[in-house]
């Protein structure tokens, strides 16, 4: 596995930054699991197998949240959607598929 590349992109980075941004702003949003996850997005650091697992296994289970109340609101955003940018947002739901796909590929 190691050809596979688990480091986050440069825009799942962003994401998780924007997601740090918001926490500190708003003072919610996500789990002590979800600012390490933030964390490590946003310095791009490589990553397990096993967390991209479970970063399939978040976005999965909280797909939900965006059709919340506020998911998205600029001035009052939900807890559900900073927590989804903590993740790395849609494009850290896209890039984990894009990964999970080729570790199974992989075996």
Do not use: C, N
Request: glycine letters at 10%; a positive charge; charged letters at 35%.
């Amino acid at each position: 596995m190691a050809e596979i590349d688990l480091k986050p992109t440069k825009k799942v980075a962003e994401q998780a930054a924007k997601g740090l941004k918001l926490r500190e702003k708003h003072g919610r949003g996500g789990t002590e699991v979800g600012l390490e996850r933030a964390r490590q997005l946003s310095e791009r650091r490589e990553l397990t197998p096993d967390i991209v697992k479970k970063m399939r296994a978040y976005f999965a289970r909280h797909a939900v949240d965006k059709d919340a109340p506020r998911f998205g609101d600029a001035e009052q955003p939900s807890a559900g959607y900073i927590a989804w940018w903590l993740w790395g947002g849609d494009p850290g739901q896209a890039w984990v598929e894009r990964t999970m796909k080729r570790l199974e590929k992989a075996g």
